[in-house]
């Protein structure tokens, strides 16, 4: 599956370009060379865009399909979750990520945590950034003009009818608040990688010549905690530790 990228031309309007292709031109070339099953020239075309500083959901989402073709997981889930980030409601996504999972050579089994953890990450999950702006913002108009009600009402009704307003506009107001405050941090959070390599050796401490703690092959999701010179330390999400290569993993 690949996208038609409507929503690409709002990138095409900031680009300056002094090439003959505009952004948008090279996106439909390489989305017409995945379609004819060229998958390696689709790859050239749409990271041939990222190398310009720009890029959006489908873009990623379609070169995380390209690579996915190609059989290269650690790429192809790279640029789901890349795209996840932008697009986090987007169903066809979370599907093509949870296939690619699947043909991960290692299974990693998350540590088990309380249940309203998961509540949480779902109830961000149907937002996007973008999305949960506008929605505090409406929360924000309402609790002001439940407020106004309050004042300029003479009866008291009337007014009984603006505190209760207030006080569910002002919760609202608060969730939606923290739940943009997590999606800004998630977004902006760089503590998070993807294995690329095809299998890297993880150390226990950041030397060659340190003992082996663990193999990891391509497509698995780390979190990075430390670095020293060309090695970073990384945490599973099964809670194992260890000191990997740099140059083996890449930044969502």
């Given at each position: 599956?690949?996208?038609?990228?409507?929503?690409?031309?709002?990138?095409?309007?900031?680009?300056?370009?002094?090439?003959?292709?505009?952004?948008?031109?090279?996106?439909?070339?390489?989305?017409?060379?995945?379609?004819?099953?060229?998958?390696?020239?689709?790859?050239?075309?749409?990271?041939?865009?990222?190398?310009?500083?720009?890029?959006?959901?489908?873009?990623?989402?379609?070169?995380?399909?390209?690579?996915?073709?190609?059989?290269?997981?650690?790429?192809?889930?790279?640029?789901?979750?890349?795209?996840?980030?932008?697009?986090p409601?987007?169903?066809?996504?979370?599907?093509?990520?949870?296939?690619?999972?699947l043909?991960?050579?290692?299974?990693?089994?998350?540590?088990?945590?309380?249940?309203?953890?998961?509540?949480?990450?779902?109830?961000?999950?149907?937002?996007?950034?973008?999305?949960?702006?506008?929605?505090?913002?409406?929360?924000?108009?309402?609790?002001a003009?439940?407020?106004?009600?309050?004042?300029?009402?003479?009866?008291?009704?009337?007014?009984?009818?603006?505190?209760?307003?207030?006080?569910?506009?002002?919760?609202?107001?608060?969730?939606?608040?923290?739940?943009?405050?997590?999606?800004?941090?998630?977004?902006?959070?760089?503590?998070?990688a993807?294995?690329?390599?095809?299998?890297?050796?993880?150390?226990?401490?950041?030397?060659?010549?340190?003992?082996?703690?663990?193999?990891?092959h391509?497509?698995?999701?780390?979190?990075?905690?430390?670095?020293?010179?060309?090695?970073?330390?990384?945490?599973?999400?099964?809670?194992?530790?260890?000191?990997?290569?740099?140059?083996?993993?890449?930044?969502?």
């Amino acid at each position: 599956m690949h996208r038609s990228g409507v929503l690409f031309a709002a990138l095409v309007l900031a680009a300056i370009s002094v090439s003959a292709e505009t952004p948008e031109q090279v996106f439909q070339q390489g989305n017409s060379l995945y379609q004819q099953g060229n998958f390696a020239g689709a790859i050239e075309r749409y990271e041939s865009i990222l190398s310009t500083g720009m890029a959006n959901g489908d873009l990623y989402f379609n070169l995380g399909n390209a690579y996915y073709k190609q059989g290269n997981m650690g790429k192809a889930i790279l640029q789901y979750e890349r795209a996840l980030r932008i697009m986090p409601g987007d169903d066809d996504l979370r599907h093509n990520l949870q296939l690619a999972n699947l043909q991960l050579v290692d299974r990693i089994d998350p540590t088990p945590r309380l249940f309203v953890w998961d509540l949480w990450d779902g109830i961000k999950a149907w937002f996007s950034l973008s999305a949960i702006s506008w929605v505090a913002y409406g929360m924000l108009v309402l609790t002001a003009a439940a407020a106004v009600l309050i004042i300029l009402a003479r009866r008291y009704s009337i007014r009984r009818i603006g505190v209760v307003a207030l006080v569910v506009m002002g919760v609202l107001l608060i969730g939606a608040v923290a739940v943009l405050m997590d999606k800004s941090a998630d977004a902006g959070r760089s503590d998070e990688a993807v294995v690329t390599a095809a299998i890297t050796t993880v150390k226990n401490s950041p030397d060659a010549k340190s003992s082996d703690a663990f193999v990891l092959h391509a497509g698995v999701k780390v979190r990075l905690t430390d670095s020293v010179n060309e090695w970073v330390k990384i945490r599973l999400a099964d809670g194992k530790v260890g000191w990997m290569e740099r140059g083996a993993a890449e930044q969502i």
